[in-house]
């Protein structure tokens, strides 16, 4: 009796089963890749900064070519679908993909640093990175402090990793690197003395000092992350700098679709970082206040 007792139970649950089956769960999204505004991806017409020194990008997003007599120098490159405009901004202005010898960059984000895979492939030319950004260049921007998976672009591997203060020479010309941790862990500013009208100008490529949605206060990933920011602030402010260019131009006063005037209100290094840590002071004063 005991057996049946238990049987029927049994007998009862299997035929009910199917009638408790969860629902089907729904399918996984499709992937996505992101998207930019649209002067991002607007290309322009060259036009020369400086005897040696080239505006290449797009109307929202800096490349800057240096040539010299042994050889040229990129300095960003913009979206990774910039790759083959690059190369032929490159053609117009006499350098031959095998003239280029180094690719520099800012920050290893996809929206400056997104071509450098291809343009690497195309040129020969070999990628100078700090050590900072060497890893996330590699991984093609993956796992990111801030932005996880969300702006990925092919992955490239840094040829040299530079020290703070080191200089990239190719012929008469001689680039620095500054380091300016904050936008990212690995940030780089660089300066460089060209000429124009035969006096020299001191030209400043500085990095980002943006902090588009992160996290200021106690980030796990980057406790000290404030105290980086502070420091690049201090850093740009000294730079020499005669020329202020930024890795999105409008943060330095260009505007490089007006082809007549491109560069019709400068902004000196220290108003740039003065007017950055304002609007990072903002931001962190409402994470506290929102932490309370």
Known sequence: MGRIRNFVPCVLALLLAPCLAPAAEPVLPQLEAYEVKESWRQPVAPFRIADHSWYVGTAGLSAVLVKTDAGAVLIDGGMPQAADMLLSRMKTLG????????????????????????????????????????????????????????????????????????????????????????????????????????????????????????????????????????????????????????????????????????HATPTTCSSYADKAEQVFDAQLKKQRTDAR
């Open 95 to 262: 350098v031959a993909p095998g003239e280029l010898r180094y690719l520099l960059h800012s920050h290893a984000h996809a929206d400056h640093a997104g071509p450098l895979a291809a343009l690497k492939r195309a040129t020969g030319a070999q990628v100078l990175s700090s050590a900072e950004s060497a890893w996330l260049l590699a991984r093609g921007g993956s796992d990111d402090i801030h932005f996880g998976d969300s702006i990925l672009f092919p992955p490239v591997q840094a040829d040299r990793l530079l020290h703070d203060g080191e200089t990239v020479a190719i012929g008469d010309m001689s680039l620095t690197v500054h380091f300016t941790p904050g936008h990212t862990p690995g940030s780089m500013s660089w300066t460089w003395t060209d000429t124009r009208d035969g006096k020299p100008v001191r030209i400043a490529y500085a990095d980002s000092l943006s902090a588009p949605g992160y996290v200021l206060l106690d980030n796990p990933r980057l406790p000290q992350l404030v105290d980086d920011y502070r420091r690049a602030f201090d850093i740009v402010r000294g730079l020499p700098c005669d020329v202020l260019l930024t890795p999105h131009p409008d943060g330095s006063g260009w505007a490089p679709g007006n082809a007549a005037m491109p």
